[in-house]
């Protein structure tokens, strides 16, 4: 069974566990607000918020609901647009929406809401640009953005005097969402309590992390399929330092590694990155191996980890083995991986202090989309030379690359202008890129040696 708060009330129920959570609150519960748009979480119309308990805290994240499977919804708790009306009025977020002239249609309204509401019930700093930060995973067609940016400015001078009181308690004592906040931490603490966790050990058996793209691919297989729900699996999204390597749980998402201050210590500009992969709901979801496992030619983190030289700990349940990433990759959508086998861990070398590292992505538009091209290096000098490099891109072959001649040829140089010209006729060699919608072969090649110019700019 299956058992979580839906908005104020306890939910129990045994529907497949690969059933989304959308169909669930509109189809089973009759809560019509959370829109379908979609169905692939790029438009935030279903957008909902997920409520756990981390580290004796309680934390919200917005989730988009098309993509969440309910066995993920377990021991949470779910808010969606009817969890936070007032009976007899609209509440301040919804206000401010109101009032500033933010929703035409109002298809994309509810999810706007529950986005700023989520904004509310964080722990950000109170500023109108981290609100509007918050709705870069949801998109109107028709009411144009600059109302909905003003409504967001005074979203944030709701939550300017919280001063790092409880967020629910302070939603609920300014009115700002409704008082049933102020008791959910104890109401998840007592669901929890004794309640046995869901857990299918069976290794044949789909295994979910977030699902953000495996329910976009297969959104139908799953909703019946035979899953193993890893999401909240204790000891698979840990981030930790041992013997000078950082190593990764395969479930870290996205959020955790922004949420990490050892992560964010390793790559100070790690928040400038994160901003270009997709966006605040899918990062609160996507789990690292998931990108991985995935296998896009385009996968963002996994272009990310590539420079690093990571390494993957594989385990079929009777054998494990340790594979670098570079190596992961045969062909289009091919792994060295067994049918059984499932990535346990994930780990690099921490950077030492003569250690330079920089992402560049270049998309269509900034957030919610997937990349034209991207690139990461990695550069390790010796004075004013490299003694090692380790560079990648992604759109530019069938797999997500490791740019081997590359990286040897960096090695020993000094950097210079006319180096980094040799350096981009040597990418060429050994990219296959392919003329798509996002790009013709010509403009990808291009773009990555413009990348490949900003990486020592940065630098």
């Known amino acids: 069974m299956i058992r979580f708060i839906l908005n104020e009330k306890e939910m129990v129920t045994d529907l497949s566990p690969g ?12 809560l019509r607000g959370t829109k379908i748009g979609c169905r692939e979480g790029d438009c935030g119309a279903c957008t909902v918020l997920a409520g756990e308990i981390v580290n004796d805290e309680l934390r919200y994240e917005s989730m988009t609901s098309c993509l969440m499977p309910l066995g993920n919804a377990n021991g949470k ?14 509440n301040p977020v919804q206000q401010a929406l109101s009032d500033c002239g933010a929703t035409q249609c109002g298809f994309c309204t509810p999810g706007f809401a529950m986005s700023l509401a989520g904004f509310c019930l964080s722990d950000k700093e109170a500023t109108e640009q981290n609100a509007i930060a918050a709705v870069d995973g949801n998109i109107c067609r028709c009411t144009g953005y600059k109302s909905i940016e003003r409504a967001a400015g005074r979203v944030a001078a709701l939550t300017k005097d919280k001063n790092g009181e409880d967020a629910a308690l302070f939603v609920s004592k300014k009115k700002i969402l409704p008082e049933y906040f102020a008791g959910i931490k104890n109401r ?36 019946h399929a035979d899953v193993r729900f890893v999401f909240d699996e204790p000891g698979l999204n840990a981030i930790i330092e041992e013997d000078n390597k950082c190593i990764l749980g395969p479930s870290v998402t996205v ?7 050892f992560f964010n210590k390793i790559f100070p500009n790690f928040q400038h990155y994160a901003k270009l992969i997709s966006s605040t709901p899918i990062r609160n979801m996507a789990t690292i191996a998931g990108n991985f496992v995935n296998a896009s030619p385009i996968g963002d983190m996994t272009i990310f980890f590539l420079a690093l030289d990571t390494h993957l700990f594989l385990s079929s349940g009777e054998e494990t083995r340790t594979l ?5 990759y045969k062909g289009y959508k091919q792994l060295d991986k067994k049918i059984d086998e499932i990535i346990n861990s994930i780990s690099f070398e921490l950077p030492g202090k003569n250690t330079y590292f920089n992402f560049e992505k270049v998309s269509k538009r900034t957030h919610l989309d997937i990349a034209s091209v991207n690139s990461a290096i990695l550069l390790t000098m010796n004075g004013n030379k490299i003694a090692k490099a380790g560079m990648s891109a992604g759109g530019v072959g069938p797999v997500p690359m490791y740019l081997k001649k590359t990286s040897e040829y960096l090695a020993g140089k000094k950097i210079s ?7 981009i006729a040597v990418m060429k060699t050994e990219i296959s890129p392919i ?19 900003a990486h020592f700019t940065d630098i």
């Open 324 to 328: 670098p990433l570079r190596k992961f």
């Open 77 to 90: 708790h779910i808010v969606t647009i009817e969890g936070i009306n007032f009976p007899d009025k609209l």
């Open 255 to 261: 959020s955790d590694l922004k949420h990490s201050s």
């Open 417 to 423: 202008e006319e180096m980094i010209k040799e350096v």
């Open 435 to 453: 003329s798509d919608a996002r790009g013709s072969r010509e403009y990808k090649t291009l773009l990555l040696g413009q990348l490949i110019k």
């Open 188 to 223: 998840l603490l007592e669901l929890s309590a004794g309640q046995p966790e869901i857990r299918n050990k069976k290794r044949e058996a789909f295994l979910v992390g977030g699902g953000t793209d495996l329910y976009v691919q297969k959104h139908e297989e799953m909703m």
């Open 19 to 30: 059933t989304t959570l959308l169909d669930f609150v509109r189809y089973h519960q009759h």
